[in-house]
């Protein structure tokens, strides 16, 4: 009896080993469909990832399937694919334009020297006049090169913060637009409270100072320009708002980009480099600040930069109230 339970055992494990190694052999089988299903999106995804190059960023995954995982991620690749294409267009629409804006002042720089080199019979005077309109093309040439650095190192980021005292930096910006303002016959008002920031005192300024210039610049007769900051528990406030010509509400996020300017029906007869707003969005975004434009009721535009509050004591307290220019009757 006992060998025949030996032997029984024995088949039993026999056909054990043998149901073993078949349902491992279909394990593996089904292991190997699934897995070849399953990533087999995730291989579709990789090999169209990797043609796509900087000429075709218009191509798309467009994954066609469940709303899974991997659904998720491919329209994640589209959405940075998307955001990438729109960097790369704003890059070179920006390269277009500062070659463009660069390359207006040299051919006036260069129109002036073959006409002074081609003249038979050249004076003194006739050069001297050449020289001056020269000169006045490579100061606007200094001018964008400038504003295009500054650009350059507000979207870069800061290397450093230090404590500012934004109060001190829009006083000293409105007094230095003084001359200016009275060109015009304005009317500008600053009214400061003391609060500490962090940030690049070089860029601040910059920032006041675009602000203050383009309130002054696109402004109208009898008109008026003013500057607040204003602090609060968490955050302080540089507001500028000026009168001026009526600005539709859908051309203000415009403005904020690189080389955009108003029409010329509404800017009057000189216009800047278009700059000037899009630095003041790159500075704000570097500093951590929330930039707000808004046009005016009227005309005009008022535009609000909140900046994180610096929280220890400062050296400057108290407030100041103070008109900056009365036109004179």
Known sequence: MCSATATDLHHLLVDCAFALAIMMIVSIALGWLVAGRVLKPLRT???ATQRISEDDLHQRLALNGPHDELKNLSDTIDGLLARLEDAFDAQRLFVANASHELRTPLTVERTLLEMILGDPRPTVGSFRSVCQDVLGAVIEQETLIEALLTLARSQRGLDRREPVDLAAIATKTGNSSHAAATSQGLHLAVSTEAALIAGDPYLLERLAANLIENAVRYNVADGWVRVAVQPSEEQVALQIANSGPVIPSDQVDRLLCPFQRLTRDRAGERGGLGLGLSIVAAIAKAHDAVLRAEPGPDGGLTVEVRFPRLTHPGP??????????????
């Open 45 to 47: 995804i990789t090999a």
């Open 316 to 329: 400057c307290t108290g407030r100041t109230s103070q008109p900056i220019l009365a036109r004179e009757a």
